[in-house]
């Protein structure tokens, strides 16, 4: 079963706005981590930002925010003051503590800034 | 800085063709992955290993084996290629921060077409 939803195939956002990615997750693990990656056309993934599953405070990372809401299973990815830059694919991650060592992925949201 | 290189950025190769992904990590990292990236599909695990020799299967094993003789290196071997295998191959490696938390580097990728 798909773990990790992301339901925004594409996203357009204006330059200098605000843009908030989607993602769901579905784990019985009550330990589990959240990771958002992004991946530019040249092809390297980047790591973004991470949200543990006990972590009392939303992540942040420079212009990027975890919107983590744990009783909803979501962990949206919100970037402030998008730039050109930000043009890219994003994808959503988890690793269940209790599970393999490895990180499942979302199948991604393509985000396209304009100016 | 942690680099991950993957031996080939593009390769193509004929149905039947025994397939050969490399890739090397330079800083002793425990852990390798390999993922293949599709269109609308996202990253989906084929294999990763977790120490020399050992290796587990990910979400989508079938038609592929790995190899890890040495720490550093961690092949992907595609037996006999098939033209649904012709994607993009992205080798990561990481070491483990702690419990549950994982910092995946990725390497550039191999574009894999299978004639």
């Known amino acids: 079963a798909q773990k990790i939803t992301q339901t925004q195939p594409g996203m357009f956002v204006q330059e200098k706005e605000a843009v908030t990615l989607d993602c769901t997750y579905d784990?019985?693990?009550?330990?589990?981590?959240l990771f958002w990656y992004k991946q530019p056309s040249s092809g390297e993934m980047i790591f973004l930002i991470y949200q543990g599953s006990y972590d009392q405070q939303n992540a942040t990372e420079g212009r990027y925010s975890l919107n983590f809401q744990k009783a909803r299973k979501s962990a949206n990815l919100v970037i402030s003051a998008s730039q050109l830059g930000d043009s890219a694919m994003y994808f959503c991650a988890m690793r269940e503590w209790g599970g393999r060592r490895a990180l499942t992925f979302g199948s991604g949201t393509r985000l396209q800034v304009q100016p | 800085d942690v680099k991950v290189t993957q031996s080939s950025r593009y390769l193509v190769k004929r149905t039947g063709e025994k397939v050969f992904l490399e890739c090397v990590q330079d800083m002793d990292h425990e852990n390798m992955f390999w993922y293949r990236q599709d269109p609308g599909l996202g990253l989906r695990l084929i294999y990763f290993s977790y120490d020399v020799k050992m290796k587990e299967k990910g979400d989508i094993p079938e038609g592929y084996s790995v190899s890890r003789e040495k720490k550093e290196r961690f092949s992907l071997i595609l037996e006999s290629a098939s033209t649904n295998q012709t994607s993009m191959y992205l080798c990561?490696?990481?070491?483990?921060?702690?419990?549950?938390?994982?910092?995946?580097?990725f390497g550039s990728g191999t574009q894999l077409s299978v004639l």
């Open positions: 784990t019985s693990d009550p330990s589990y981590g």
């Open positions: 990561a490696s990481s070491t483990s921060l702690g419990p549950g938390r994982l910092e995946l580097f």
